[in-house]
């Protein structure tokens, strides 16, 4: 998809020859107000504005966007497009929402102006970016583009060299969440391991990464067997792709591993018909690595930053793995397989222990993990687990961008339940306590106990099946892309 031109301006908004102007507004206990940077194109109306935006019923709630034609007042643009930003001052996260949802309420608008961008230039700009983004590749017919440029007012404050620095990195930003989001959305019948594999490796090298691929031959005489074992029944083989990016003057090495279940039918524990077609999303873990592996290139980052990715199609067959089957994992533990649905903690388990050989700093994975997920934490809050001290940094991060997050425990007296009567460990716990907690637990005996790692549970946040909502459409959301970016410039900036 073709994201709008983005432009700095610093023409007033009543003077602006555009189509549309765009300005907040609020909820202030039972009454509207209008946000900063709206002040010009409200005393271009001779009636006034917050009244008018009243009798059309604007509330300032979230989301909420309401169109006034500029008929008979001063303003060059045609009409004025009051954009909801809920109660209170209004903060990074609610600028990124009422910037996404009129921006992708301006669909087919030639020009238009933000005056949203002078609260909070770079949640503006991601906000846009994020908003209009469309997945259109297997549409026939695609209707109205997108909104095709906007203008954004520069905040008062900070330099224009620091207002285009901003432009530049939110930006980039955003597009690594809807390269993101375009991995989620192919279909599987195109995005299965191989395919991943090509498109991740070119996408790599064209980012300046070393890249290598290891296939079904490789994963074999290296000993990979948790990937090997969840590809087993499938027709179309795994992989492992392997991204390494040094920055400029790198202190610190961060290995990141995402999952790539390419689609998860469950295998023989086989899944219930019912929206198992969302199932294509499983990989979004990996998509999110991978984005973020270049996003961290195209910003010279000044790290070392490798991603491990596991790829592999669970499928049931006459050659898949089997509830009972014991699998010796990369790095020599055995599991025995209680449950074939479990399948991403076997594949992350492997990556996770080819990352730690690097002697990383930090580690970071993340996954479409759990059902568990969503039952403790909803639709669109992570859950993190981890060391404590880095977990607890990794979940202020998330909340800290808007993409949310929730520290969770690993009780020590769930990892009895994961004991096996033939392997090293079961892949689950053969109850349904504790669920994500309990796969985080799997992951931590495959972790070195003195490195800080978290771990991302984002089965919920990683795609949308509901309504559009902000920033974000139907189907890939891009979750953890901006919150692993945020973790990586923070561990850059303060080690």
Known sequence: MTAPKLSLTATAADEATVDAVIIGTITEGDTLALAPGSERVAAAFDTPL??????LGATGKADEIVKVPAIGGRLAATIVVAAGLGPGEPNAEQVRRASGAAARALAGTRRALSTLSTMDLQAAVEGTVLGTYRFDVYRSETGDGPLAKLDLATPATGTTREHRATLKAATAIAEAVNTARDFVNTP?????????ADRAAELGRAAGLEVSVLDEKALRKAGYGGVLGVGLGSSRPPRVVRLSYRGPKARKKIALVGKGITFDTGGISI???????????????????????????KLKYPLEIVATVPMAENMPSGAAYRPGDVLTMYGGKTVEVLNTDAEGRLILADA???????????LLDTATLTG???VALGRRTAGIMGT?????????????????GWAMPLPEELRRDLDSRLADMSNVTGHRWGGMLAAGLFLKEF?????????????????NSGAPWGYTGKGGTGVPVRTLA?????????G
């Open 188 to 196: 599987p019948n195109d995005l299965y391991p191989a395919s991943f």
């Open 50 to 55: 917050v009244d008018v935006l009243r009798s």
């Open 486 to 494: 945020a973790v990586l410039a923070d561990i850059a900036e303060n």
């Open 352 to 362: 996770i222990v080819r990352a730690c050989e690097d002697e990383p700093d930090y």
């Open 271 to 297: 899944k219930p018909a019912a929206n198992m077609d969302e199932m294509s999303s499983d990989m979004a873990g990996a998509a999110a690595v991978i984005a973020t592996t270049i996003l961290a290139a």
């Open 447 to 463: 972790v070195p106990a003195d490195l800080p790692w978290a771990h991302l549970d984002i089965a919920g946040p990683g795609f």
């Open 372 to 374: 568990a997920q969503l």
């Open 388 to 404: 404590d001290e880095f977990r607890d940094r990794v979940a202020a991060i998330a909340r800290a961008t808007g993409e949310g």
